[in-house]
């Protein structure tokens, strides 16, 4: 570096910090202070009426005990985890689907990328309120849509079901219940990742694709070696940032189950089990232990898919 | 084939929006006795007129206009100043300060959710729509980001040459990257505002007023006392998305590269 460039580096000192001024207070009082008070907190007796009592790791070993046990965190656990796994390949998969039917020049391509993305603008309340009654196990659309291809029907939000999960096939608990009617909810709203994939596929290099046909590859072949390598950087994005965001799902959770995680805790997710322990509860500690727990898991969840991302998402440019 | 599988899609995607829009123009008794017909035997137009006098519609859209553009106020004023440090600004500390905003992007709201609840409160801002609208004047990490990848793509000689002139970092800010910037600080108002709109979370943790709820918030209070009343329910809830659905129109392109930047870089 030339000299001349270390003093225009030092030129702007206090502006700088002036300018970022609104963000280092943001900061320090949104992000800095909750993360250090939640931590103590968590060690601690707390219902808001009286001050903190420290109480040591009470909260994590009663946190630790309802999960072995299956208690109202161990559901939750459950629920998140199910909601996250079930929720966040499916998008990504029919993200690209979309995006891959999308991509060639057919007549009304903006048409049809309207209508797949327009339900992503829908505020999550109204989308809720809609889900609720198309779902609705008597007189819902979609069971009746359901019966014409002789589905029985299906108890969607008011039920347990778990149709993802191997175990309940063949079983009362087989049928589509609360997580997978949000499952279906988060899939009409896959808009945000079809445009993500529609942007990632218009990069790739048309030459890619006349080599890859020179060499004798067909269309499947071709998405295999081609398309989906290429697309692996966007995947692993959408994988990371969906995951962080199915575990926070909060809005239709609270509404699709009448803001107590019905039926029988089938829709209780993480986050809402922190809110009511927090709000309903005033269960301060028991619930910033909660949000440090989870806080963890999905940091290291996002360390291990940062980890495996090494062996399948390619980087153009390198190697 | 393809143009086949694609109609059939854009069909499922499209039957739970057009359910929604004719059945809330359903006379009640028809979507009692048939609900899966898609066309209303008579057009109720006061399936509207009932839901608007239902719930105090005009006072939460009041309330959530006064949310909305407060919050893109202060997200807009906020966000751009620091972009500018970040982008166009030299000084020591700044790539920690940058890698620090990003890593914040990942942050769940879980852990911050309580200390920051009672903070607010001890500054007596619970139960007051300035609760949601402060925290926006203290910048937010993504639309930094967004804002500073904007601004480093302006020539920095147009910076000099002000510099040269005598103009102030404030000048420089005010005068020539800003006016430069409209789309994305358009872009960024347009995110803000819908998210505004949309939001339920803040006003269900910070509003216990019904004076104060803003629309999502009181439709979905809305909701759990009406739920049987479903033409009601249909129509407060197309009322409430038709302004979003017709900005998304209006602002389709800006919407949708603003999404797929998100993704890109």
Same mark, same amino acid.
């Given at each position: =570096?030339?000299?001349?460039?270390?003093?225009?580096?030092?030129?702007?000192?206090?502006?700088?910090?002036?300018?970022?001024?609104?963000?280092?207070? %943001?900061?320090?009082? /949104?992000?800095?202070?909750?993360?250090?008070?939640?931590?103590?907190?968590?060690?601690?007796?707390?219902?808001?009426?009286?001050?903190?009592?420290?109480?040591?790791?009470?909260?994590?070993?009663?946190?630790?005990?309802?999960?072995?046990?299956?208690?109202?965190?161990?559901?939750?656990?459950?629920?998140?985890?199910?909601?996250?796994?079930?929720?966040?390949?499916?998008?990504?998969?029919?993200?690209?689907?979309?995006?891959?039917?999308?991509?060639?020049?057919?007549?009304?391509? !903006?048409?049809?990328?309207?209508?797949?993305?327009?339900?992503?603008?829908?505020?999550?309340?109204?989308?809720?309120?809609?889900?609720?009654?198309?779902?609705?196990?008597?007189?819902?659309?979609?069971?009746? !849509? /359901?019966?014409? +291809?002789?589905?029985?029907?299906?108890?969607?939000?008011? %039920?347990?079901?778990?149709?993802?999960?191997?175990?309940?096939?063949?079983?009362?608990?087989?049928?589509?219940?609360?997580?997978?009617?949000?499952?279906?909810?988060?899939?009409? %709203?896959?808009?945000? +990742?079809?445009?993500?994939?529609?942007?990632?596929?218009?990069?790739?290099?048309?030459?890619?694709?006349?080599?890859?046909? /020179?060499?004798?590859? %067909?269309?499947?072949?071709?998405?295999?070696?081609?398309?989906?390598? /290429?697309?692996?950087?966007?995947?692993?994005?959408?994988?990371?940032?969906? =995951?962080?965001?199915?575990?926070?799902?909060?809005?239709?959770?609270?509404?699709?189950?009448?803001?107590?995680?019905?039926? !029988?805790?089938?829709?209780?997710?993480?986050?809402?089990?922190?809110?009511?322990?927090?709000?309903?509860?005033?269960?301060?500690?028991?619930?910033?232990? =909660?949000?440090?727990?989870? +806080?963890?898991?999905?940091?290291?969840?996002?360390?291990?898919?940062?980890?495996?991302?090494?062996?399948?998402?390619?980087?153009?440019?390198?190697? | 084939?393809?143009?086949?599988?694609?109609?059939?899609?854009?069909?499922?995607?499209?039957?739970?929006?057009?359910?929604?829009?004719?059945?809330?123009?359903?006379?009640?008794?028809?979507?009692?006795?048939?609900?899966?017909?898609?066309?209303?035997?008579?057009?109720?137009?006061?399936?509207?007129?009932?839901?608007?006098?239902?719930?105090?519609?005009?006072?939460?859209?009041?309330?959530?206009?006064?949310?909305?553009?407060?919050?893109?106020?202060?997200?807009?004023?906020?966000?751009?100043?620091?972009?500018?440090?970040?982008?166009?600004?030299?000084?020591?500390?700044?790539?920690?300060?940058?890698?620090?905003?990003?890593?914040?992007?990942?942050?769940?709201?879980?852990?911050?959710?309580?200390?920051?609840?009672?903070?607010?409160?001890?500054?007596?801002?619970?139960?007051?729509?300035?609760?949601?609208?402060?925290?926006?004047?203290?910048?937010?990490?993504?639309?930094?980001?967004?804002?500073?990848?904007?601004?480093?793509?302006?020539?920095?000689?147009?910076?000099?040459?002000?510099?040269?002139?005598?103009?102030?970092?404030?000048?420089?800010?005010?005068?020539?990257?800003?006016?430069?910037?409209?789309?994305?600080?358009?872009?960024?108002?347009?995110?803000?505002?819908?998210?505004?709109?949309?939001?339920?979370?803040?006003?269900?943790?910070?509003?216990?007023?019904?004076?104060?709820?803003?629309?999502?918030?009181?439709?979905?209070?809305?909701?759990?006392?009406?739920?049987?009343?479903?033409?009601?329910?249909?129509?407060?809830?197309?009322?409430?998305?038709?302004?979003?659905?017709?900005?998304?129109?209006?602002?389709?392109?800006?919407?949708?590269?603003?999404?797929?930047?998100?993704?890109?870089?």
């Amino acid at each position: =570096m030339k000299p001349g460039n270390q003093d225009s580096r030092r030129q702007h000192g206090w502006t700088g910090w002036l300018f970022a001024s609104p963000w280092v207070v %943001g900061f320090l009082a /949104l992000i800095v202070y909750p993360f250090a008070a939640s931590l103590y907190w968590s060690f601690c007796r707390y219902d808001l009426l009286s001050p903190p009592e420290f109480v040591g790791v009470e909260n994590y070993a009663r946190l630790s005990h309802e999960f072995v046990q299956g208690g109202r965190f161990g559901q939750a656990v459950w629920n998140t985890c199910y909601y996250a796994v079930v929720s966040v390949p499916l998008s990504i998969a029919l993200g690209i689907g979309l995006a891959v039917l999308l991509s060639a020049r057919i007549r009304g391509r !903006a048409v049809f990328r309207t209508v797949f993305f327009l339900p992503t603008v829908i505020p999550v309340v109204a989308t809720s309120v809609l889900w609720l009654w198309l779902l609705d196990p008597q007189s819902g659309f979609v069971n009746h !849509a /359901l019966s014409w +291809f002789g589905v029985p029907p299906q108890n969607w939000f008011k %039920g347990v079901g778990e149709a993802a999960w191997p175990l309940h096939w063949g079983t009362e608990s087989g049928g589509f219940g609360s997580k997978d009617a949000l499952v279906l909810m988060s899939l009409w %709203g896959v808009g945000n +990742f079809m445009v993500i994939y529609m942007a990632a596929l218009g990069d790739i290099p048309k030459t890619l694709y006349e080599a890859a046909t /020179l060499d004798g590859a %067909g269309p499947a072949r071709r998405f295999r070696h081609v398309t989906l390598p /290429l697309l692996s950087p966007v995947i692993f994005f959408n994988l990371v940032m969906g =995951m962080i965001q199915s575990v926070q799902a909060f809005t239709q959770v609270y509404i699709v189950s009448e803001g107590r995680g019905e039926p !029988a805790g089938a829709s209780l997710m993480l986050s809402l089990h922190l809110f009511l322990s927090a709000f309903q509860n005033l269960e301060m500690g028991y619930a910033s232990a =909660m949000a440090w727990i989870l +806080f963890v898991i999905l940091l290291t969840a996002t360390a291990v898919l940062f980890r495996t991302s090494r062996h399948w998402v390619h980087y153009q440019g390198e190697r | 084939m393809r143009r086949c599988l694609l109609f059939l899609t854009a069909l499922l995607f499209a039957i739970p929006l057009i359910l929604m829009v004719s059945s809330s123009l359903k006379p009640a008794d028809q979507l009692a006795t048939d609900p899966y017909s898609i066309w209303p035997d008579s057009f109720a137009w006061s399936n509207y007129a009932e839901a608007l006098r239902a719930l105090p519609f005009l006072r939460y859209l009041r309330n959530s206009l006064v949310l909305c553009l407060g919050s893109v106020l202060g997200t807009v004023s906020s966000c751009s100043l620091v972009a500018y440090s970040l982008a166009r600004l030299k000084w020591r500390g700044r790539d920690v300060v940058f890698a620090v905003i990003i890593g914040t992007m990942l942050l769940p709201w879980h852990v911050t959710m309580i200390p920051r609840f009672l903070l607010l409160r001890e500054l007596g801002l619970y139960n007051s729509l300035a609760a949601l609208i402060a925290p926006t004047f203290l910048g937010d990490a993504f639309f930094i980001f967004l804002l500073r990848q904007f601004f480093r793509t302006i020539p920095e000689e147009l910076s000099e040459a002000a510099r040269l002139d005598g103009l102030s970092e404030w000048g420089i800010f005010w005068r020539i990257v800003l006016p430069l910037s409209k789309p994305a600080l358009f872009t960024v108002a347009l995110f803000q505002f819908i998210a505004s709109w949309n939001d339920f979370s803040g006003p269900l943790l910070y509003l216990s007023d019904p004076h104060q709820f803003p629309l999502a918030y009181g439709l979905e209070r809305f909701i759990s006392s009406y739920s049987d009343q479903t033409h009601l329910l249909l129509a407060a809830a197309t009322m409430f998305t038709l302004p979003i659905v017709i900005l998304f129109f209006l602002t389709q392109r800006t919407f949708i590269q603003g999404i797929a930047a998100t993704g890109l870089k």
